[in-house]
């Protein structure tokens, strides 16, 4: 089956200290999205593309966080410097969709575990 | 900005009883989806509902869209303890989806 792939798995940094997220999306999916889970806040939307294109990232903070697309195959979400509150789940979605408006289930990676000391 | 709400936030059952978890939305939706999350895992796609009083089955789910396609309802007839985990409901807001909060779903064996 294919599947969204995130790494690491699980990441313990010191507060300050830069880290970067990957996720490579299932082949031939047009949209990533990338989400933050924490208990008190639920399941946040931070950004999103569409083939590629930056569409969204009103939820994130812009001053320490940023996302990028370098490819078709791969996203990446990094914060710097980080710090304790962003400690979280850090989720990777893709999907496929045929425009701007159209909403197709969305497929999760495993997820991104992170804690800042 | 869209709402979507979903309640209750938690649910205790004792195996075999049945479990509903409600979802309403601030605005009218084009569609609504349905996640689920097993402890520790990831959201899982469920079913997406279209069309106004719209009513799906999967096994022992029934999911159900509202007439005035603003809420919508997930019902498991007698609960087993592989359906524990968080339901998510999550409605469109241009190209990207809003989640509901969830509801947790505990079974006692």
């Known amino acids: 089956d294919a599947r969204v792939t995130q790494t690491p798995r699980h990441k313990v940094t010191e507060m300050g200290q830069e880290v970067t997220m990957r996720c490579q999306p299932i082949?031939?999916?047009?949209?990533v999205f990338w989400y933050r889970q924490t208990m008190m806040q639920g399941l946040e939307l931070l950004a999103y593309f569409r083939n590629r294109a930056p569409l969204d990232d009103s939820g994130m903070p812009k001053d320490r966080f940023s996302a990028e697309m370098p490819d078709a195959t791969l996203a990446t979400l990094k914060i710097q410097p980080s710090e304790p509150r962003d400690s979280a789940v850090y989720f990777c979605?893709?999907?496929?969709?045929?425009?701007?408006?159209?909403?197709?289930?969305?497929?999760f990676g495993d997820g991104t575990r992170l804690s800042i000391l | 900005g869209q709402q979507v709400m979903q309640i209750p936030q938690y649910q205790h059952v004792q195996e075999g009883e049945d479990f509903t978890t409600y979802c309403n939305s601030s605005t009218t939706l084009s569609n609504i989806q349905w996640y689920k999350q097993r402890p520790g895992g990831h959201p899982v796609f469920l079913i997406q509902?279209?069309?106004?009083?719209e009513v799906k089955k999967q096994k022992r789910l029934t999911f159900q869209f509202g007439e005035a396609k603003k809420n919508s309802s997930l019902h498991i007839t007698a609960t087993q303890t592989t359906d524990v985990g968080t339901y998510f409901c999550?409605?469109?807001?241009?190209?990207?989806?809003?989640f509901g909060q969830g509801t947790e779903l505990s079974v006692k064996p």
């Open positions: 082949l031939g999916h047009n949209t």
């Open positions: 999550a409605g469109p807001q241009g190209g990207k989806l809003i």
């Open positions: 979605a893709s999907g496929l969709s045929q425009d701007l408006y159209s909403n197709q289930p969305q497929h």
């Open positions: 509902l279209v069309k106004s009083g």
